[in-house]
């Protein structure tokens, strides 16, 4: 298992790995430096995900770090079934982005009393089709929980699907219902979305350290878009950051197919 899997561990994700060891030890790149002899530059260009450095220089890194390769090598490894859902998420993710605008056409269609152009077959499988890709896309994230064991973002992410499926169904319900009801529904909803878009957000900073600085930028916008979207009254705003949020849901979850 030992020098093939150190081989072939691509960087960024070795100089991740190394970053998480050294932190958990509590050691600054210079204590570790005394520990293994290795100048202090070729630690930060390695962490840094600037140069893969051979096998036998990584052996001297983990003795410094007193780390097996076993726990090493093993925790972020990828089969071809995490890709193939990984790549079933992000292609739903393109999708999800570009129907939403017509699911967004049509919701705002609903306040009025012309149903010439979305009756109530239409719109009900415009919200069909939305909650399938969005359930697919947000697969993709319960394939990275499955990976990096986070409870947290497992927990949020089926929330997060049961209660877009729920809402679809309550958006169609709505219909029939008077305006004042409607924009009551709505309220709640904003609030609800916005407090596990927060949550949500959250669970991706805990991975930070294992999958870099797009994911903290990923949970930061999450938990921006979500405070926006649960005060009711920045709402507005709170959906124009959730497009930015969407686009990087879905680099994100490309990516990490392509680890």
């Given amino acids: ?6 081989l ?8 991740r790995k190394i970053y998480e060891l050294r932190k958990q030890k509590g050691l600054t790149q210079e204590e570790l430096v005394e520990k293994c002899n290795i100048n202090v530059r070729t630690i930060q260009r390695i962490e840094a995900g600037e140069t893969t450095p051979r096998s036998f220089t990584i052996k001297i890194l983990l003795e410094a770090l007193d780390a097996s390769l076993d726990s090493f090598t093993n925790e972020t490894e990828i089969t071809d079934r995490d890709r193939n859902i990984l790549n079933i998420a992000w292609i739903s993710g393109v999708v ?3 129907f939403g605008f017509i699911e967004t056409i049509a919701d705002v269609y609903q306040f009025t009393d012309d149903d010439s152009l979305f009756n109530i077959i239409t719109y009900s499988s415009i919200k069909i089709v939305s909650s399938i890709v969005f359930v697919l896309f ?13 409870n947290l973002l497992k927990t949020i992410v089926y929330i997060f699907m049961i209660a877009y499926v729920l809402s679809a169904i309550l958006d169609v319900y709505s219909i029939s219902l008077a305006n004042e009801t409607v924009i009551v529904s709505a309220v709640i909803e904003l609030i609800v979305f916005g407090a596990i878009q927060i949550i949500f957000g959250l669970s991706l900073l805990q991975l930070k350290d294992k ?4 994911i903290q930028v990923n949970g930061i916008l999450e938990i921006i878009t979500g405070a926006c979207l649960a005060t009711v009254l920045l709402a507005s705003l709170g959906l124009v950051f959730l497009i930015a949020t969407v686009l990087i849901e ?3 979850i490309y990516k990490f197919a392509r680890r």
């Fill in 1 to 6: 298992m030992g020098n093939k899997n150190l």
């Fill in 8 to 15: 072939t561990m691509k960087q960024p994700e070795l100089g």
């Fill in 96 to 98: 999800y982005f570009v």
């Fill in 138 to 150: 947000f697969m993709g994230f319960l394939r990275v929980a499955k990976i990096y064991s986070s």
């Fill in 211 to 214: 999958l870099g600085t797009l």
């Fill in 250 to 252: 879905i680099i994100v």
